[in-house]
């Protein structure tokens, strides 16, 4: 039997003063409100029409929008009132390094920060709420190698490291294969676990074309029936088109309840660049094709970084050594790819849902796609889709629908309840370490 753990005494009355006063709240300037923009945001907020769009709706807390990614920070000051710690993956690692929870805050950031610093940031759905799944990470065998390599030979050029890549063929042939069944796995048990806790909305930004699984099926058909499932529940899917600048033709999942998201400037391009990276030049770029839906900006982007400078500094993690430099629990990213304009068109999505919680999915993904700015040939063209999202538009046409009697309107899930049962279900604390093993209980 495990021994009870007691609480020290003083400790213990602090608990409960607390809880018996109450949350304090945070304390807020005039100037510095909850949902004023933050620094580098006001050119989104003017190209989005997103301060004309919330005098319709800045969404609603029982609207839940679901986030997969390797991790999060759960205690990040213009989040932790605000995301609700749910799936967290079975059989990997869950460390609280820059490596592990960057990308992940940056994405709900994006969706649902809360203005609480001076150099802070808005979400741009600030009143949902974004339930969790964090997927965590496996041995990394390829950055393990970058990294020991890179830390031996500091001034190689790329071309010496694939040389030496090369070498290891049979370990990274293994790993390419072992890397895409825990990505689907992960991301599967994500999908179902977020759809069966009440979510409307997934986000994952990440590239998941076909392409990728060609040799193993296997792996292409899990993510299809888990796509699938979130269809059957009215949940819809929105993700990142991809950064290679490459052609894509498909994605799993169906365009009538999926978002592909591309990215542009701030000047309404699609974004495209060449990048030098240790002698080598290597395109970069919004990926295209018949499948992408809309697009979004990712240009000097505002976006939340782990708050804590201890996430900066690790001697091992699944990725080896991990370090970084400690700019601020805030940052203006220059390019942030698709990886930051998905949550732009998730955030959006969320808006209309919980401004019209009666309309489908299909009919979301439709009004969301109908209320873009074009940019590219009439009507939808594979470089720029159906155009760059606009929230007030879309608001608008969203707003002007004819209601749905209450017979023929799906069922609105309980949110509460469900980010109640959520926490419960969680495998282990939020920002705790390593989650537990037992596949029981991963919401299946």
Not at 6 to 22: E, K, S, Y
Request: aromatic letters at 8%; a negative charge.
């Amino acid at each position: 039997m495990t021994p009870i753990r007691r609480i020290p005494m003083p400790l213990l009355v602090l608990t409960l003063a607390f809880i018996t006063a109450g949350k304090p709240a945070r304390a807020q300037t005039e100037e510095q409100t909850p949902y004023a923009p933050g620094p580098d945001q006001q050119p989104y907020f003017d190209l989005l029409n997103i301060e004309a769009a919330w005098q319709i709706t800045r969404g609603d807390p029982a609207c839940l929008v679901g986030v997969i990614d390797t991790g999060f920070d759960f205690f990040h000051p213009a989040l932790h009132d605000y995301l609700v710690p749910g799936y967290f993956a079975s059989g990997v690692y869950h460390v609280n390094s820059v490596d592990m929870i960057a990308h992940g805050t940056a994405v709900v950031a994006i969706i649902v920060a809360r203005h609480t610093e001076q150099d802070g940031m808005v979400g741009f759905a600030p009143d949902c709420r974004v339930l969790t799944a964090s997927i965590g990470m496996p041995e990394h065998a390829l950055l393990r190698l970058q990294r020991e390599f890179y830390e031996k030979h500091p001034d190689a050029s790329m071309t010496e490291f694939q040389a030496e890549m090369i070498k290891h063929a049979d370990l990274l042939q293994s790993f390419g294969r072992d890397w895409l069944d825990y990505i689907t796995r992960t991301t599967d048990e994500g999908i179902r676990y977020l759809v069966d806790h009440g979510v409307r909305v997934i986000n994952i930004s990440a590239y998941l074309s076909r392409d990728l699984m060609m040799r193993y099926p296997e792996f292409a058909k899990r993510l299809d029936n888990a796509f699938a499932y979130a269809a059957q529940k009215d949940v819809i899917m929105v993700i990142g088109a991809g950064n290679q600048a490459t052609e894509v033709p498909e994605y799993p999942g169906t365009a009538e309840t999926v978002l592909v998201v591309g990215a542009t400037t701030l000047a309404d391009e699609r974004w495209e660049t060449t990048v030098e990276h240790r002698g080598l030049s290597i395109k970069q770029g919004s990926c295209y094709g018949p499948r992408l839906s809309v697009m979004a900006p990712m240009e000097n982007i505002r976006t939340a970084r782990p708050h804590e400078e201890a996430y900066y500094k690790i001697a091992d993690t699944p990725a080896g050594k991990s370090e970084a430099e400690f700019g601020g629990r805030y940052e203006t990213s220059p390019t942030g790819a698709t990886s930051l304009a998905t949550p732009i068109v998730t955030s959006l999505v969320a808006l209309v849902r919980s401004l019209r919680p009666d309309l489908s999915a299909a009919e979301v993904v439709q009004v969301v796609q109908q209320g873009a700015v074009d940019l590219g040939e009439p009507g939808h063209d594979d470089l720029t889709a159906y155009g760059r999202v606009d929230y007030l538009k879309t608001l608008e046409l969203a707003r002007d629908l004819p209601k749905k009697t209450p017979q023929t309107a799906p069922a609105k899930p309980a949110p509460e309840k469900a980010a109640e049962d959520a926490s419960k279900d969680a495998p282990h604390d939020a920002n705790q370490g390593t989650a537990k093993t037992d596949s029981d209980t991963q919401g299946q």
